[in-house]
């Protein structure tokens, strides 16, 4: 078994930034794609931003490309998503994801492990 375990959230006023990480462990997920999602009060969860095994490859949802980076650790037992530019929009709970094939479908069932997520308020 995986265990994904978020942590970084918090509150923020609009502009400002936040970095939520995520730590991997237990058996291998070797060639697995990391990512994160996101649920909004209200709302479905949505795919926000994802990363190869090899980190070389990045992919971002549009209302979040420029200013979240996500990124992971040489050792792939880290995963980071790095938020800037912060907007009330944002708000919602970060989960952490892995798996072999979303990061090409972002469907979030393809998503073999989640994480038990992190709340993030960006106030106006």
């Known amino acids: 078994q995986v265990q994904l375990v978020e942590s970084g959230g918090g509150l923020v006023q609009a502009g400002g930034s936040l970095r939520l990480a995520c730590s991997v462990s237990?058996?291998?997920?070797?060639?697995?794609?990391m990512g994160w999602y996101r649920r909004a009060p209200g709302k479905e969860r949505e795919f926000v931003a994802a990363i190869s095994w090899s980190g070389d490859n990045t992919y971002y949802t549009d209302s979040v490309k420029g200013r979240f980076t996500i990124s992971r650790d040489n050792a792939k037992t880290m995963v980071y998503l790095q938020m800037n530019s912060l907007k009330p929009e944002d708000t919602a709970a970060y989960y952490c994801?892995?798996?072999?094939?979303?990061?090409?479908?972002?469907?979030?069932?393809?998503?073999?492990?989640w994480g038990q997520g992190t709340q993030v308020t960006v106030s106006s």
């Open positions: 994801a892995a798996g072999r094939y979303f990061i090409g479908t972002r469907n979030q069932r393809d998503v073999s492990y």
């Open positions: 237990g058996r291998t997920v070797s060639g697995y794609g």
